[in-house]
């Protein structure tokens, strides 16, 4: 199913709360990068878009044509349900002169490809400048603790950014609400679609075929389209950071190695978002540290890191309770897939992962490694060498293990 997550969670257990967890992420010294697109249910050729993100950005790897990336679509314009209100009122799309029209976004929001280029990238350039900036050492780690309690659907989350490197300030924090997989059926939420996209006359700008060739001109059906990354929420402690982040004192003027900051939000998610069900296992949270300098084009963000709130604690064990986390969320994807699989995780704490896959008579066929690092990791796997048939891959850390099954189609 096209933009559709495909969520094969393996969730840790402890005993007696029988609670799900994901109380710890971190970056780990690692740069992750955060893609800001500007969209809109009204945009016929955001669809596009949304391919190229699914395609060229979210399934990250090791490679630059596979970056470490999160990802965050801010909605644009009245009838669009997704649209975020008062007090920001949409503060990317309107705010900021990064973007001159739809789908744009930003990368970072950092120039590219020089230091006097825009700020704002048409989505031909979003892979290219993702890979460059994937690329680069980041000034800080980001770590998050969060906390979800069911009863009050209050989740408490702490944003911490420490130095890697001796810099200069300022820099602030800053954390987002986002919601995947919401459907396009609703009323508010009906994706429109360029009638090229739906001819099949055009090419995605992946370079691949649109995915909506026959699909129509509203792509209101959920199974062909589901709005993924929704900024549902801009979080600030003080109500009025917005975009720009919380400022940090500690992280005003000069900064040296090892020296941290922490910032604290809290959000309630509802159990319903402007007509429609919420639900929290859809639900994500990104934090991030950003330089704010004088202009626009000098606030870059520094580094980043995602959680998911399907997977958070209502309530920290106590000392002593033992528990275990081998991996809080692993996805696999496409399945049954053609030429490439897409293996993705997020681990309670970061280790060494090893990847093997065995055809269906037990024989080891491929098999790769991730050094320890941040809680992310992800790898795509070439099936150019694989035959038709079903295969099972075993991600094994230091916490454990698990096995998935996939199907090669081709």
Not at 63 to 92: E, K
Not at 192 to 204: E, I, K, M
Not at 356 to 381: P, R
């Amino acid at each position: 199913m096209k933009l559709k997550s495909i969520l094969l969670g393996v969730s840790a257990v402890l005993g007696a709360a029988g609670a799900y967890a994901q109380t710890n992420v971190t970056t780990g010294g690692q740069k992750y990068t955060l893609v800001e697109e500007g969209t809109g249910t009204w945009c016929q050729w955001c669809p596009d878009g949304a391919q190229v993100l699914q395609e060229k950005i979210l399934p990250y790897g090791t490679s630059t044509n596979f970056p470490r990336a999160i990802v965050a679509s801010f909605h644009n314009g009245n009838s669009d349900s997704m649209l975020i209100r008062a007090p920001y009122n949409d503060p990317f799309n309107n705010g900021t002169g990064y973007i001159t029209g739809f789908p744009m976004g930003t990368v970072d929001r950092a120039p590219y490809p020089s230091a006097t280029s825009p700020v704002g990238l048409s989505r031909g350039s979003w892979a290219a400048a993702t890979g460059v900036r994937d690329a680069m050492s980041p000034n800080f780690d980001v770590s998050m603790v969060c906390l979800y309690d069911s009863s009050t659907r209050i989740i408490t989350i702490k944003v911490k950014a420490k130095a890697l490197k001796a810099t200069t300030g300022p820099y602030r924090i800053n954390a987002f609400i986002v919601e995947d997989s919401i459907s396009s059926a609703p009323i508010g939420y009906r994706q429109t679609s360029a009638s090229q996209l739906n001819s099949g006359s055009v090419s995605s700008a992946t370079g691949s075929p649109s995915w909506f060739i026959g699909k129509g001109t509203t792509l209101s059906s959920p199974t062909v389209y589901s709005h993924m990354d929704a900024v549902r929420k801009i979080l600030s402690t003080t109500g009025t950071g917005g975009i720009w982040g919380d400022v940090v004192t500690k992280f005003n003027g000069a900064i040296a190695i090892g020296d941290s900051a922490e910032v604290t939000y809290y959000d309630t998610i509802p159990t319903t978002y402007r007509g429609r069900t919420c639900y929290k296992s859809m639900t994500k949270v990104i934090g991030l540290v950003q330089k704010y300098g004088t202009t626009t084009t000098d606030r870059a963000i520094d580094n980043c890191i995602e959680a998911k709130v399907k997977l958070m604690w209502k309530t920290l064990p106590s000392t002593g309770v033992t528990y275990v986390t081998p991996m809080q969320d692993i996805e696999i994807y496409p399945n049954p897939a053609r030429e490439i699989l897409t293996v993705k995780g997020i681990l309670e704490n970061p280790s060494e992962v090893n990847i093997t896959i065995n055809n269906a008579l037990g024989q080891q066929v491929y098999t790769t490694k991730f050094a320890k690092g941040g809680s992310m990791f992800g790898e795509n796997i070439s099936l150019a060498d694989f035959s038709n048939g079903i295969y099972f891959m075993n991600i094994v850390t230091e916490g454990g293990n698990v096995t998935k099954q996939f199907v090669v189609a081709k």
